[in-house]
């Protein structure tokens, strides 16, 4: 199975701050990577697929990026609603693996 | 737009059968190349992948469920089904369907709204 290494578990951060989440994988899966956020209560919510494809109706903060083994999710100008947590996944093989997911939260 | 509806039980004893029923609306599961996949959420383990299925009934299984758990898809009913088996504490979790772009990419989007099953 492809492992995916999720860092950092939490991170705090204040409103309108640029903030990075990363994931590593345990081999090469060139672009194969999509993020998720989730709040408490929730269902996932696809933002990113193919490693940097903004999915319809997300806001044009979220940006993500690599390929290989690294990967980046980037939100810039924190707004109060992305306070989440994110979860990468890899789809370049089954079984599909999720990152442990990054709590965001306020500062 | 399309909704996934989901349904189950709640509460399985173990040892027993899980089956949980996704229902899509505004939109049929026999449109387009996608594939239809279940995934579940626990405190312990987050997020795992159970598996997917295509319209035609071609399925993909985690291994580590590969035993126990079988996709169903009916076209007439336009509903998705899960069943799985010979349940434990283990398998307590939020179970959710989601529609998955197919092979190329499998990102899943939009999700069922998630249903809570408790073994015990």
């Known amino acids: 199975d492809i492992q995916m290494t999720q860092s950092p578990p939490s991170l705090s951060a204040s409103l309108g701050d640029r903030v990075t989440v990363t994931c590593r994988a345990s081999?090469?899966?060139?672009?194969?990577v999509n993020w998720y956020q989730q709040r408490p209560g929730e269902a996932p919510k696809l933002l990113i697929y193919?490693?940097?494809r903004l999915q319809s109706g997300v806001p044009s903060r979220f940006s993500g990026g690599g390929s290989g083994t690294d990967f980046t999710l980037t939100i810039t100008n924190l707004q109060p609603e992305d306070f989440a947590t994110y979860y990468c996944?890899?789809?370049?093989?089954?079984?599909?693996?999720f990152g442990r997911g990054t709590n965001l939260e306020i500062k | 737009q399309l909704q996934l509806r989901q349904s189950g039980p709640g509460r399985v004893r173990p040892s027993e059968t899980l089956s949980l029923t996704c229902s899509p609306s505004?939109?049929?599961?026999?449109?387009?190349?996608?594939?239809w996949t279940w995934v579940r959420q626990s405190p312990g383990k987050g997020l795992e992948w159970i598996g997917h299925?295509?319209?035609?009934?071609?399925?993909n299984y985690n291994p580590s469920l590969k035993s126990r758990v079988s996709l169903f898809v009916d076209t007439s009913k336009n509903q998705l089904s899960l069943r799985l088996t010979s349940v434990t504490a283990a398998d307590t979790a939020i179970y959710y369907c989601?529609?998955?772009?197919?092979?190329?990419?499998?990102?899943?989007?939009?999700w069922g709204q998630g249903a809570l099953v408790t073994v015990s």
């Open positions: 505004g939109f049929s599961v026999t449109t387009g190349n996608y594939y």
């Open positions: 193919l490693s940097s």
């Open positions: 996944q890899q789809s370049y093989m089954t079984p599909y693996m």
């Open positions: 989601a529609r998955d772009s197919g092979l190329g990419g499998a990102w899943f989007d939009p």
């Open positions: 299925i295509s319209h035609t009934g071609s399925t």
């Open positions: 081999q090469s899966i060139d672009t194969f």
